[in-house]
């Protein structure tokens, strides 16, 4: 499936993709910074921001339309950089689509499958979203993605990009990360860059979770962002910004 996206800037093309329950609009705080270095192109996974829905939402379905938005766009390889999601959707890139992939940034995500408890959780979450509408998952969600200390017009932004989502692509991205595999084996096969970023004060994938994965990636630089929750990208723009383009510029 084509996807719709947000593209700019020229310069090592570098692929974003947003979390979950949000749309490419996640990384407007770090486009204009982004695009002074690169071909920026921020996707809406399916089913999310506008890009058309299926019944299905596998991390694997999402990486191919990845790829074949990419290949639409006459892009062979970018640097994939992933949140949360969009990092589980890099990680099923790395495993369909690794002649695409040229560097990996997985930002505040994980690599482990859902426990039985967390996917039957999925599965009631989807329902009540299909019952009750993005606002459960605003509801759901809200209390996790920042830090306490996040200023009131990034909560009001992140909230927005929830509420303009529709029921059924937030409840098959649900699924579909409730039925992700172990991505943990995948890890020790990366060989290309690879730098991983976490908020400081992430709850969902905690710094000690992403210690743990940059640990099982050979060469794999490792940055945390102070005071920050979950999407860091979010609550320290600049400091994310920064820290890609630094670490793209060293290895240029
Ligand atoms: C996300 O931010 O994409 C989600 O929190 C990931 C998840 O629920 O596993």
Redesign the pocket.
Known sequence: MRLLFKAAGEGLPLVLL?????SAAQWDPNFARLRERHLVVAMNLRGLGGSPAAESATMEEMADDVAETLGALGIARAAVCG??????VALAMWKRHRERVGALVLA???AVA?SPEQKAG?EEFARAVLEGGPAVAAER?MP??LSAAAPEGTREFVRSLIHANRAQGLAAA?RG?GARPDSTPLLETIDVPALLVCGAKDT??TPEEMRGLAARIRGASYVELPGAG??SNMEAPGAFSDTLTGFFKERA
């Open positions: 947003h979390g979950f329950p949000l949140c949360s999601m969009g990092g589980y505040d995500t994980r859902d999925r969600m996790k993605l649900l990360m969902i994938s979950h999407l």
